[in-house]
């Protein structure tokens, strides 16, 4: 449980800490999109240095990312080995035991793996550098134009910034119970097919009657201090859009145009 | 079960930005059929140290001896199932890990994940339930309908039914009533003198630690700064104060006797009973003037 990095904030004081939510949430949905473009090494070493420079300005230390991939790694090596076998284009490079591969597959295996493992790294980024509360503000904030359209931002805002913070809660609560229950001779790691769904249930279970418990005594709560949605509420923290945002934007309005030149 | 830390270390998170050293230099000695409580702040390492009694957390430097289990830093460790049938854990609120149907099917869990047959285990949980003085009648009840000390109850029935060696306790009695309290403390007690378990205590009650154990650790920010019999723990009352903890109350009577009077008590009074016999004393001699 200790190694998983994706939905954790890494306190810091850089430069992409210091960026407003808003210009993050905007890179990671434009990113989303560019990461289209790429379809050739010179667009994709453009991507990656992009990545690369980002994760370098947040002053995450690089082993750390690494390590937080590691979950996903398998579905990257997947990705690859799939595209690999099934892509039947360009020259046979070797053939055995009836599996030919194809260059053009080892290629299109290794782009495809590559902007995978980039999508990851940058949204992965944006929860490292940005606490819960930043993202829910940003992501009201550039949704409230929906606001005229009868979309309930604000509690959409907040039924995602409420998920956010019990997500390390939750964790921790499994963490919790997992030793508990291999306290009680409970293997979860190995062991046959119909012991481990047991071993399942013996976590599930309590997992979820604490969070229900949770859920409830958090509307309590709420109810309690008056809560009563967005209606006259105001902020404590306001966002504030600097220059340095801007220029952020259109950096990245630049990478988009430089892509879409570069593509073949 | 003889148990042994050699200059223990554990560190979580370790090479992350969240590292964080939770003990370290631990070195101490528990004799089988001892009675250890282990007291401190929140945040000083107790619960740490607790999960290194049965493998959860294996130290990140030193070694640990579990009677015939030797865990060392840097090797990761396999085959720990018969160590946590003889080390049973009740952790904070074991409540919490309930999950079965029945009370009856709960308490069976542990035993029969260590091997037990069910038909054995099913005879026995009567005897369990009595053991934590539960009414026969809540065996084919839902745990979840019961009242949160019931729930306590089974849950703990549920570690003593794996019949460890050495039970760890962390905060078994936090959040009960008071005679809950007292009932549940005796029974630990009487487990320790009838079936010779030994048992670890980590608790915030000082009375407690003062009644019940034979020895007591104090640990203070990740390591281990005290260590002796109640009467020399509770014999410093500003030592202890000065580390943040409470002194039994009994302690603090007993010392504000001594200061209005201008005498000095032979032993530390650690239980009421002994507050009792040390007034008597003290008044047969004021009579016999």
């Given at each position: 449980?200790?190694?998983?990095?994706?939905?954790?904030?890494?306190?810091?004081?850089?430069?992409?800490?210091?960026?407003?939510?808003?210009?993050?949430?905007?890179?990671?949905?434009?990113?989303?999109?560019?990461?289209?473009?790429?379809?050739?090494?010179?667009?994709?070493?453009?991507?990656?240095?992009?990545?690369?420079?980002?994760?370098?300005?947040?002053?995450?230390?690089?082993?750390?990312?690494?390590?937080?991939?590691?979950?996903?790694?398998?579905?990257?090596?997947?990705?690859?080995?799939?595209?690999?076998?099934?892509?039947?284009?360009?020259?046979?490079?070797?053939?055995?035991?009836?599996?030919?591969?194809?260059?053009?597959?080892?290629?299109?295996?290794?782009?495809?793996?590559?902007?995978?493992?980039?999508?990851?790294?940058?949204?992965?980024?944006?929860?490292?550098?940005?606490?819960?509360?930043?993202?829910?503000?940003?992501?009201?904030?550039?949704?409230?134009?929906?606001?005229?359209?009868?979309?309930?931002?604000?509690?959409?805002?907040?039924?995602?910034?409420?998920?956010?913070?019990?997500?390390?809660?939750?964790?921790?609560?499994?963490?919790?119970?997992?030793?508990?229950?291999?306290?009680?001779?409970?293997?979860?790691?190995?062991?046959?097919?119909?012991?481990?769904?047991?071993?399942?249930?013996?976590?599930?279970?309590?997992?979820?009657?604490?969070?229900?418990?949770?859920?409830?005594?958090?509307?309590?709560?709420?109810?309690?201090?008056?809560?009563?949605?967005?209606?006259?509420?105001?902020?404590?923290?306001?966002?504030?859009?600097?220059?340095?945002?801007?220029?952020?934007?259109?950096?990245?309005?630049?990478?988009?145009?430089?892509?879409?030149?570069?593509?073949? | 079960?003889?148990?042994?830390?050699?200059?223990?270390?554990?560190?979580?998170?370790?090479?992350?930005?969240?590292?964080?050293?939770?003990?370290?230099?631990?070195?101490?000695?528990?004799?089988?059929?001892?009675?250890?409580?282990?007291?401190?702040?929140?945040?000083?390492?107790?619960?740490?140290?607790?999960?290194?009694?049965?493998?959860?957390?294996?130290?990140t430097k030193g070694t640990v001896h579990l009677g015939d289990y030797t865990i060392v830093a840097g090797k990761k460790e396999k085959h720990l199932k018969p160590l946590r049938k003889k080390v049973g854990i009740v952790f904070q609120f074991p409540e919490h890990q309930l999950f079965e149907e029945t009370v009856e099917k709960d308490i069976c869990f542990g035993p029969m994940n260590f091997g037990m047959s069910e038909q054995e285990a099913k005879a026995r949980v009567g005897e369990w339930l009595a053991l934590v003085g539960l009414p026969?009648?809540?065996?084919?009840?839902?745990?979840?309908?019961?009242?949160?000390?019931?729930?306590?109850?089974?849950?703990?029935?549920?570690?003593?039914?794996?019949?460890?060696?050495?039970?760890?306790?962390?905060?078994?009695?936090?959040?009960?009533?008071?005679?809950?309290?007292?009932?549940?403390?005796?029974?630990?007690?009487?487990?320790?003198?009838?079936?010779?378990?030994?048992?670890?205590?980590?608790?915030?009650?000082?009375?407690?630690?003062?009644?019940?154990?034979?020895?007591?650790?104090?640990?203070?920010?990740?390591?281990?700064?005290?260590?002796?019999?109640?009467?020399?723990?509770?014999?410093?009352?500003?030592?202890?104060?000065?580390?943040?903890?409470?002194?039994?109350?009994?302690?603090?009577?007993?010392?504000?006797?001594?200061?209005?009077?201008?005498?000095?008590?032979?032993?530390?009074?650690?239980?009421?009973?002994?507050?009792?016999?040390?007034?008597?004393?003290?008044?047969?001699?004021?009579?016999?003037?």
């Open positions: 449980m200790n190694g998983m990095i994706i939905g954790k904030y890494v306190p810091g004081d850089s430069f992409i800490h210091r960026l407003d939510p808003r210009t993050k949430l905007l890179l990671m949905f434009i990113y989303v999109f560019i990461v289209f473009l790429a379809n050739n090494g010179w667009t994709y070493g453009i991507l990656t240095l992009f990545t690369c420079l980002l994760l370098f300005l947040s002053r995450i230390p690089f082993s750390f990312m690494i390590r937080g991939l590691k979950p996903v790694l398998w579905v990257i090596v997947f990705t690859f080995f799939l595209h690999v076998l099934l892509t039947k284009e360009g020259h046979i490079v070797f053939q055995w035991l009836g599996i030919e591969v194809y260059d053009k597959a080892i290629q299109q295996g290794a782009f495809i793996s590559l902007r995978f493992l980039l999508l990851i790294v940058v949204t992965t980024l944006l929860t490292l550098t940005t606490t819960p509360i930043e993202v829910t503000d940003g992501m009201e904030s550039l949704l409230s134009p929906l606001k005229k359209w009868n979309v309930p931002v604000h509690e959409l805002a907040l039924m995602m910034s409420i998920s956010l913070r019990f997500i390390p809660t939750l964790m921790e609560e499994t963490e919790k119970i997992m030793k508990a229950q291999t306290a009680r001779g409970v293997d979860f790691s190995s062991g046959p097919l119909q012991e481990r769904m047991k071993a399942m249930t013996a976590l599930l279970v309590p997992l979820f009657i604490s969070a229900f418990k949770r859920a409830e005594e958090l509307a309590v709560a709420m109810e309690v201090r008056g809560y009563r949605g967005s209606q006259n509420r105001t902020k404590w923290r306001e966002l504030t859009w600097g220059r340095i945002d801007t220029a952020f934007m259109l950096f990245i309005g630049l990478l988009a145009i430089a892509l879409w030149l570069l593509r073949s | 079960m003889d148990i042994v830390f050699r200059d223990v270390e554990h560190r979580y998170q370790i090479n992350t930005p969240f590292e964080k050293r939770a003990l370290y230099d631990i070195h101490v000695d528990i004799r089988s059929g001892s009675y250890v409580a282990v007291i401190g702040h929140t945040g000083s390492g107790k619960s740490t140290l607790l999960q290194h009694f049965n493998g959860l957390l294996q130290p026969e009648e809540v065996r084919h009840k839902s745990p979840f309908a019961l009242s949160g000390g019931q729930m306590r109850r089974v849950a703990i029935a549920g570690v003593l039914a794996m019949e460890p060696e050495v039970l760890v306790l962390d905060e078994p009695t936090a959040g009960l009533d008071p005679r809950g309290r007292k009932e549940m403390m005796d029974m630990f007690a009487n487990l320790q003198r009838q079936k010779k378990m030994t048992i670890v205590l980590v608790t915030h009650s000082m009375e407690e630690a003062a009644r019940y154990a034979d020895d007591i650790i104090i640990m203070h920010r990740g390591t281990i700064v005290r260590r002796g019999t109640p009467e020399q723990i509770f014999r410093n009352v500003d030592d202890l104060i000065h580390l943040g903890l409470d002194v039994p109350e009994t302690v603090l009577f007993q010392r504000a006797i001594e200061q209005k009077f201008g005498i000095q008590f032979p032993e530390p009074c650690l239980t009421i009973e002994d507050v009792e016999r040390s007034l008597q004393t003290l008044f047969t001699r004021v009579k016999r003037i």
